[in-house]
């Protein structure tokens, strides 16, 4: 995708992420899926972002169940500020590249809070996405 990615529309969902109750699971979980759901659309790839868009349910499942627990959201809002930094310095030919890179550097942030969930095994998701659903530059 070439030009605007949305830099505004996903600053602007930082913003409301940060004023937020930190304890507000619930609307935690509904801007985190609103952010990874904007990052799709910059795609350009309308397919990648149906994709995401049918696996809202399933996110707020288990985003809900994460977020629920206290120390998870300066440490999504600290992830979700590198991606959007990454995005608006174009730091990967494509949104959803800078997305799977800043996961990748995320996940051992993550293991510590998901080491602590009830089956711990830890989150039993990517955190990320494949490359291979960005389209072709």
Not at 24 to 53: C, E, W
Request: proline letters at 7%; one cysteine or more.
């Amino acid at each position: 995708a070439q030009g605007n990615w949305g830099e505004q529309q996903l600053e602007r969902l930082l913003e409301r992420e940060a004023e937020g109750d930190p304890r507000d699971a619930d609307r935690a979980t509904a801007l985190d899926f609103q952010l990874h759901h904007r990052v799709a659309l910059a795609s350009g790839n309308p397919l990648y972002a149906m994709l995401i868009k049918s696996c809202e349910p399933a996110h707020r499942n288990f985003a809900g169940r994460f977020f629920r627990m206290s120390e998870v959201g300066p440490v999504v809002l600290g992830f979700h500020r590198e991606l959007v930094a990454a995005i608006a310095r174009r730091d990967d030919p494509h949104p959803v590249q800078a997305e799977f890179h800043i996961a990748r550097a995320a996940a051992p942030m993550f293991s510590p809070i998901c080491g602590r969930t009830s089956t711990n095994k830890g989150c039993g998701v990517s955190l990320g996405i494949s490359p291979s659903l960005t389209p072709a530059s």
